[in-house]
């Protein structure tokens, strides 16, 4: 294991005799790289949670409950307390008064004719209840989170295999540097 010394902040941009052109190109590249990194990285996840928590709030405000009936008893025998639901068949009037139906969740053994809550959209259709503004507020956090460390990847990997080629260039100029010493030294490097 190779001794490297104390670790030295800023020590790319102070002034040496011995500093190199690679050295400050270096300096660059990871100061350009880091910079990109957290700017692509919140500006992406800003944006990204923001058009979830958007969306959502949409939802909130287009989607509608609407009283639906079951067309047929639910399957399964009802309990007093259970939480349990299942599928059963569901019909609803839509906003321009065309009957609609399809699945909903629902007490095990309802009879049919029960009236049960569905959420439809403005034509009528049949969604999901939509997402409280506590429930949009984590999914924008989580989805903005995913989506900043996502993008905030690339400038970083980009800059990582920038300095490999700067370190691997740098590498085979320093060969070439010693292999010229050793000639003038009058030594072989085989």
Avoid at 121 to 146: F, H, I, K, N, Y
Avoid at 151 to 166: C, E, F, Q, S
Wanted: proline share 4%.
């Amino acid at each position: 294991m190779a001794f490297r010394g104390p670790r030295v902040w800023l020590w790319r941009w102070r002034r040496n005799p011995l500093k190199r052109r690679s050295d400050t190109v270096e300096a660059w590249v990871v100061l350009g790289a880091w910079t990109l990194t957290v700017l692509c990285g919140v500006l992406a996840g800003w944006a990204a949670a923001r058009s979830v928590e958007q969306s959502l709030a949409r939802e909130r405000v287009e989607w509608r409950p609407v009283a639906g009936r079951l067309t047929e008893r639910a399957p399964g025998k009802a309990t007093a307390h259970s939480s349990e639901r299942v599928w059963a068949e569901v019909g609803w009037t839509g906003p321009d008064g065309s009957a609609h139906a399809g699945q909903a969740r629902v007490v095990p053994g309802s009879a049919a004719g029960t009236t049960v809550t569905v959420w439809t959209d403005r034509r009528g259709r049949m969604v999901t209840e939509p997402a409280t503004a506590a429930q949009a507020r984590v999914r924008a956090s989580l989805v903005g989170g995913l989506a900043g460390v996502t993008v905030a990847v690339l400038p970083l990997a980009g800059g990582r295999y920038l300095r490999g080629r700067l370190e691997r260039r740098r590498m085979d100029r320093w060969g070439v540097e010693w292999a010229l010493f050793d000639a003038v030294r009058g030594r072989s490097t085989g």
